[in-house]
């Protein structure tokens, strides 16, 4: 009655695709064992020293699975051991992996009686406690794996999934603090036509790249018009780092999610590497502490390891 999960760290919006584009990453991800209990109720334990939350009501993971036992008719609970593997607040997934494992392991507990989508819904309960937005462009490919598309959230959602080209993502976390809240809250609440246009149909592009392995026009389609010229001022050195990163060959990338995480998507390996560390000098330069992160896409969303 125990299960091990990794769940996966995650870049969302993809540049032009804000609220609805995802990726899912081999690398970091969370760890989490999941006990099924007669007695109802749950209890979080976390194995790391990040000292988060442990009251269900105020956990990603633990909201995710509140609204998951709601649905569930037999009295049944959980014991939860989370060691986190992704930094909370690094704008690759964090809490996402945490309500996105946690409802994957329930599942499976549960004879796999609910599917992704009805998982994906559980879990954006508690996208909604992190950042204060229902969006579930972190937990798609958190759940479904690869790139995900979220068509729409009303009146029912709507993913769209697809195994993108072997491509290797480098990510840069700059030990600074971008929290999602205030990132938002810098976006204009209207958008002018024409930079519309220019978005969506990056939007289209991307997809289209990415569906036909053209990494010249998934270099190209990857530019925001809209979001990252607005939180652009939240993270230093983003414009220096954009430039390194194509000199040393990245095919194009920008804010991972809210921030303050850097991505950008890479044709091999070598080249990702390369790339990480023109990401690295730059905040090596500004005197910011920073990790670095390659690894390729993921085929794979949460899943169970053991048990
Ligand atoms: N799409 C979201 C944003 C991701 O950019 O605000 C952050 O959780």
Redesign the pocket.
């Given at each position: 009655m125990t299960v091990t999960v990794h769940s996966p760290a995650t870049l969302?919006?993809l540049g032009c695709g804000?609220?609805?584009l995802g990726m899912a990453l081999s690398q970091p991800y969370d760890i989490i064992r999941l006990t099924r209990t007669a007695q109802p109720g749950l209890v979080i334990r976390h194995l790391d020293d990040y000292d988060l939350p442990t009251d269900p009501a105020r956990n990603v993971a633990g909201v995710a699975l509140l609204a998951l036992l709601a649905a569930v008719p037999e009295t049944v609970g959980f014991e939860v051991e989370i060691t986190k593997g992704i930094r909370p607040g690094s704008?690759i997934?964090s809490?996402?992996a945490s309500a996105a494992g946690a409802v994957v392991g329930a599942n499976a507990l549960l004879n796999n009686r609910f599917n992704k989508l009805e998982l994906v819904e559980f879990a954006m309960a508690g996208?909604a406690l992190?950042?204060g937005?229902r969006?579930a462009?972190?937990l798609a490919p958190a759940i479904f794996g690869g790139f995900t598309l979220v068509r729409a959230l009303l009146p029912k959602l709507d993913i769209v999934a697809l195994l993108p080209p072997p491509l290797w993502v480098a990510v840069v976390h700059p030990q600074i603090t971008v929290r999602?809240a205030d990132?938002?809250a810098v976006?204009p609440a209207t958008v002018p036509l024409a930079l519309a246009v220019r978005q969506w149909a990056n939007v289209g592009g991307l997809v289209a790249g990415l569906l036909t392995h053209d990494f010249e026009l998934i270099g190209r389609a990857l530019e925001d018009y809209i979001?990252e010229p607005a939180?652009a001022a939240l993270i230093p050195g983003l414009a220096e780092a954009r430039a390194r990163a194509l000199a040393a060959g990245a095919l194009g990338g920008g804010?991972s999610?809210?921030?303050p995480s850097l991505f950008m998507l890479n044709a091999d390996e070598a080249t990702a590497h390369a790339v990480a560390a023109a990401l690295g000098s730059v905040f090596q330069e500004l005197g910011i502490d920073f990790n670095l992160h390659v690894g390729p896409v993921a085929a794979e969303g949460a899943r169970v390891v053991e048990g």
């Open positions: 969302s919006n804000f609220d609805v704008g997934g809490s996402s996208e992190a950042s937005a969006h462009d972190n999602t990132a938002r976006l979001v939180r804010i999610g809210s921030g």
